[in-house]
């Protein structure tokens, strides 16, 4: 399996460290070219290498890291995603309602990558909170992972917990993943409080 995180921004930075924590190669792009981003990357461990956008997106699983709204640009970087993991760690906070074609925000990305397995997963944690060692007190921190495709996960999974979390497998997009999907200015408890007030 090879890794790619692009954006190397709070988040792509956070899950660079826990890459780099555990010794697996990872490639992390943005829109900038590679050099820019190599003194920060190679900072974090000799397992983090920069590279262009078209280079990184040759790696099996690919972790989406950029603000929501530029996943589309993203998708364009490849003609064509089969064969490809996406693990979408976006959230579309702030994003209107209306403007989602009433879909959970992923699987409105998801559309862009036509082909690929999709998975929504570390998107629950802030940045410096994913950046921190997720063994914590002997456990392990958790991490929600959602796909409409049900063998989807499984690989996700592995590799969540290769870089020391829990995964904690929610089902699909609009089921057990719409938990852990922001709507509109609603995160989280909101959330859940909607949900709860619609089954009663
Ligand atoms: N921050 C958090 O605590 C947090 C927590 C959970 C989830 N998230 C979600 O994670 C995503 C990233 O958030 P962030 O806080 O890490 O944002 P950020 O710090 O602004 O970083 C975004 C990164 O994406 C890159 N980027 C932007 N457009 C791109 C494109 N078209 N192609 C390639 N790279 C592109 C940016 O680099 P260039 O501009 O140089 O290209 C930058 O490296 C967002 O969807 C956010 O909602 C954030």
């Known amino acids: ?3 790619a995180i692009v954006g190397f ?4 930075q956070a899950l660079a460290h826990a890459f780099a924590r555990k010794n697996i190669d990872v490639t992390v792009a943005s829109r900038q070219p590679p050099e820019a981003l190599a003194p920060h990357a ?3 461990g000799p397992m983090v290498v920069a590279k262009s956008l078209r280079d990184a997106l040759e790696a099996d699983t690919i972790i989406l890291a950029i603000p929501f709204g530029e996943h589309r ?3 364009k970087a490849l003609p064509s995603w089969k064969g490809k993991t996406v693990i979408d760690a976006t959230n579309a906070f702030g994003v209107l309602l209306e403007e989602l074609d009433g879909l959970p925000s992923s699987a409105f990305v998801a559309k862009a990558f036509n082909g ?3 998975v929504k997963g570390f998107n629950h944690l802030s940045a410096a909170t994913l950046a921190t060692d997720p063994v914590v007190e002997g456990g392990h921190r958790v991490v929600f992972l959602s796909s409409d495709d049900e063998d989807a996960t499984a690989p996700v999974a592995a590799l969540a917990k290769q870089l020391g979390f829990a995964p904690v497998e929610l089902g699909k997009l609009n089921e057990g993943g719409a938990l852990v ?3 509109g200015r609603t995160w989280g408890k909101l959330i859940f409080q909607d949900v709860f007030k619609k089954e009663q």
Do not use: D, L, N, P
């Not at 921004?9 to 792509?12: A, D, F, L, Q, V």
């Open 1 to 3: 399996m090879s890794y």
């Open 9 to 12: 921004g709070k988040i792509g």
């Open 42 to 44: 190679r900072a974090i």
């Open 73 to 75: 640009e993203v998708a």
């Open 116 to 118: 690929a397995t999709f």
């Open 181 to 183: 999907h922001a709507r």
